[in-house]
């Protein structure tokens, strides 16, 4: 099965940039999709295709992919970021829609 | 704006089957565009696809899961619903019901793309 690995957590200090990484055996060749979980809420969708935005998504969200990493990137970093956040591919070759394990942004 | 809105028991028996179901509203389930998916998180973890529907009754399921999962739709009432057979403990979790937009490349194989709209969840505890 595709396996789609992130870093558990991520800190950064408000004003800055954070980026999350989502690893997986060439992730370059997929489309990419990063969701935003915060606390007893449901996902929301901040990223998907790689790079677009959904509306209502600042534009401080961006996404990028390549090789064998995907990378979410949140600029002037906000105290509301605060979440956990999951990428999701789907994986043709076995039949599967994984997500990764999950990186906890903590702004600082 | 489309709304998914669960709903079932929130206590279900080791062995037994736990069944819920997925409101649909301010779109049509029978568009072209989208599966109609399951997903859930266990307490503390992350979030696992569990498998999901196209309108026109063709499933598609992760495959670890695949032998005690069922979807089916029932489009007269827009919505869909998934039952889960021969529950244990490691099936406790907050299930959410999502639209998964695809692209039909023919009438039985599509594209899979992102989750964008997405149910509030309903917490399942599997327990005696």
């Known amino acids: 099965s595709y396996v789609l690995t992130q870093p558990p957590s991520v800190s950064v200090a408000p004003g800055q940039t954070a980026r999350i990484t989502c690893g997986g055996n060439?992730?370059?060749?997929?489309?990419v999709h990063w969701y935003q979980q915060k606390p007893g809420q449901a996902p929301v969708l901040v990223v998907y295709?790689?790079?677009d935005r959904p509306s209502g998504i600042p534009e401080r969200f961006s996404g990028s992919n390549s090789g064998n990493t995907a990378t979410l990137t949140i600029s002037r970093v906000e105290a509301g970021d605060e979440a956990d956040y999951y990428c999701?591919?789907?994986?043709?070759?076995?039949?599967?829609?994984?997500f990764g394990g999950g990186s906890k942004l903590t702004v600082l | 704006q489309v709304q998914l809105q669960e709903s079932g028991p929130g206590l279900v028996k080791p062995s037994e089957t736990l069944s819920l179901s997925c409101s649909v509203s301010?779109?049509?389930?029978?568009?072209?565009?989208?599966?109609w998916g399951w997903i859930r998180q266990p307490p503390g973890k992350g979030l696992e696809w569990i498998g999901g529907?196209?309108?026109?009754?063709?499933?598609y399921y992760n495959p670890s899961l695949k032998s005690r999962v069922t979807i089916s739709v029932d489009t007269s009432k827009n919505q869909f619903s998934l039952k889960l057979r021969s529950v244990t403990a490691a099936d406790t979790a907050v299930y959410y019901c999502?639209?998964?937009?695809?692209?039909?490349?023919?009438?039985?194989?599509?594209?899979?793309?992102?989750?964008?709209?997405w149910g509030q969840g309903t917490t399942v505890t599997v327990s005696s």
């Open positions: 060439n992730i370059g060749s997929k489309s």
């Open positions: 999701q591919v789907w994986d043709s070759s076995s039949n599967n829609i994984p």
């Open positions: 529907i196209y309108y026109s009754g063709d499933t």
């Open positions: 295709e790689d790079s």
């Open positions: 999502a639209r998964h937009r695809i692209v039909v490349v023919t009438p039985t194989y599509f594209y899979y793309y992102e989750m964008d709209v």
């Open positions: 301010g779109g049509s389930i029978s568009s072209t565009s989208y599966y």
